[in-house]
């Protein structure tokens, strides 16, 4: 945290119209910052947001205007889905002004503790999840970033005696300077925005950034079950790490872990205090479908138990933690099929957790607009999982590519997708969407998709009677 402030005095550019950079503009402007907006989209294709950031007082500027505004500029804001190599963004670099993320200006102007949570798959859960136990816990908790609402709407008028818990993207990181989350909890990293990074390297050095500021008065919450995350580990000689680490792990690596699984049991060997090992709760005890989401409780009481939390309540937190919405929810079950939503699953590693969440056949739906990370890690969970596969989309050819002898069908829309799926699907089967996209080929969002695969569940259940 930090006395930065804007003021009367700052005059600020903020680059990208979506959800966040709305929210930073009218933030600003409610400090009373001089605004101007810009985003890379013709003036025709984002008449509201133009006119949204016109009510708060911003003035819009297009691309080929910034020249004529750069001078006056005190700094720029960036949006976690505009690129550093944007041509807006190299633009008013090279006229010195210096370029900020949303989720670093958020914590710039925010007096709570952090705990910020980051990976591949699992983000929004283990973010939401924290935030639960921490009520549970008496504490009083602002969720946001990536996970849907921005940070920097949540983080206002807080105290120190607050906490804040944000999903972060490795988008969103690669922007930060003086971000620095007292709990840094690194889930997994898996092939994912690969049309963004030109690596797997590059893509997890981004994601490392989340403890790069991070003291030794500051814990990392790491996932001994992924090798480049268990590679960080100090005792390997890791040079950049500095927090306090804490680990977790499903396999049989227990010496180096704080929470880890012991026959059906989580296991807690405390960090403070009494060192004898505690029985946290049971993995029945868990309401999440898959290995993947006792994962992501285990990371999730990591960062609780390093801010002071209590075993007990947390114990109950869990119990009581329900789904959030488009990841593993359950729609309807008809005629003995239960339908569920996974369309937050946009890389294929979160296709095959989600494929391996289910002890019924699954005919699943996937596909979408690809984020360059190829399919083949797909082949070998379809043929040990799915039942029958209907692909939708720009990619639905190359993931039918991987589909081995999987009975495959395409599917032009999402009705199409659930009809098809229904006639593959038998009675204790489950109809999973798990599309391992990108939306945009045929959606607004991810949340467009899932709402649009369970309107058309919910007109089976009208045509079954249900």
Partial sequence: MSDFTFDTQATVLVIGLGKSGLAVAEVLRA??????????????????AIAAVETFGARFVAPEEIAGVAASLSSAILSPGVPLTSPVVRSVQRANVPVLGEIELAFRLCKAPVIAVTGTKGKSTTTA?????????????HVGGNIGNPLIKEVLNLTAADWVVAEVSSFQLETIRAFKPRVSVLLNLAPDHLDRYHSMDEYAEAKFRIFANQAP???????????????????LGEPRMRARQVWFTLGTRHDNATIYLRDDA?????????????????????????EHNVQNVMAALLAALAVGCDVEPLRAAVRTFRPMPHRLEPVAEIDGVLYVDDSKSTNPGSVVAALHAYERPVVLIAGGRSKGTGFA???????ARAKALVVIGEAAGEIAAHAGEVHTERAGSMEEAVTTARALASPGDVVLLSPGCA???????????????????????ETAGA
């Fill in 377 to 383: 890690e797909l082949s070998e969970a379809l043929s």
């Fill in 129 to 141: 999840l924290i935030g639960h136990l921490l009520r549970a816990c008496g504490r009083s908790v």
């Fill in 266 to 290: 989580i296991i807690y060997a405390p960090i403070a205090g009494d060192p004898r090992p505690v029985t946290v709760l049971h993995r029945s005890d868990i309401p999440l479908a898959g």
């Fill in 439 to 461: 939306s945009f080929d045929m959606f607004r969002s991810a949340e467009h998709r899932g709402e649009c695969f369970a309107a058309a569940v919910n007109a089976l259940r």
């Fill in 31 to 48: 400090r009373g910052a001089i605004v101007y907006a810009t985003d890379e989209k013709p003036r025709d294709e984002i008449p509201g």
């Fill in 217 to 235: 008065s500051d814990f990392f919450v790491g996932n001994l079950d992924d090798t480049r995350i268990a590679a960080l580990d100090v005792e």
